[in-house]
């Protein structure tokens, strides 16, 4: 699977996206958009939203290879995935591709460590910065401090704004005292909205 690294800036250690999300997007009318994807975002999106399975071992190849390539990340400790944000899907894409890629690092990947207490708008629906940050006050804690002093990957599959993975972050180092926190999902959006 071909990808272009996209890097991401936060208060975590470092963080990449493997590729934008789409190339291109316009509406057609009534609602209807003509998208065009990137490779690896095509396959989350299947996988995302018509559940094609089939979608997670080449999206975990694609983000494995990443992962190995890059010299801060080889002493990993352990992934963490992003709580889903919709409870309802048949099956959890973030965690299905988490696990996917901790098996193949040789990695423990903590479901239940990270925990989202409370709901939250869809943040592409708040309007402002302001708005998004004050939302995720409080969302998320951690179980315990099993990774204190430790590096961890925070794993997602979509950056848009990236309050969500912000707010996670602060989480992590003061909850967890986690030392390094690295991020990576699979893709970013074009714009921050």
């Known amino acids: 699977m071909e990808i272009n690294p996209q890097i991401l800036r936060g208060n975590w250690r470092a963080g990449w996206a493997l590729d934008l999300h789409t190339v291109s997007s316009r509406a057609v009318g009534d609602g209807v958009f003509d998208t065009e994807y990137t490779e690896v975002g095509e396959s989350l999106h299947l996988l995302k939203y018509r559940y094609h399975k089939d979608k997670i071992k080449p999206l975990a ?20 995935p992003v709580p889903p944000s919709d409870e309802n ?7 299905k591709l988490a696990g996917a890629i901790a098996r193949k690092l040789d990695l423990a990947v903590h479901l239940g460590y990270l925990m989202k207490i409370r709901p939250t708008e869809p943040l592409k629906d708040v309007p402002n910065y302001r708005s998004r940050k004050e939302e995720l006050v409080g969302a998320f804690i951690v179980k315990d401090r099993r990774f204190a002093g430790k590096d961890v990957l925070l794993f997602d599959d979509l950056f848009r704004s990236g309050e969500t993975l912000r707010e996670i972050t602060h989480v992590l180092q003061t909850q967890g005292k986690v030392a390094n926190v690295f991020v990576l999902t699979l893709t970013k959006t074009r714009t921050k909205k």
């Not at 190849?61 to 963490?80: G, H, M, Q, T, Y």
Request: no cysteine; glycine share 0%.
């Open 61 to 80: 190849r694609a983000a494995v290879s990443f992962i190995e390539a890059k010299p801060e990340l080889r002493n990993l400790d352990a992934i963490i």
């Open 89 to 95: 899907r048949p099956f959890q894409p973030v965690h």
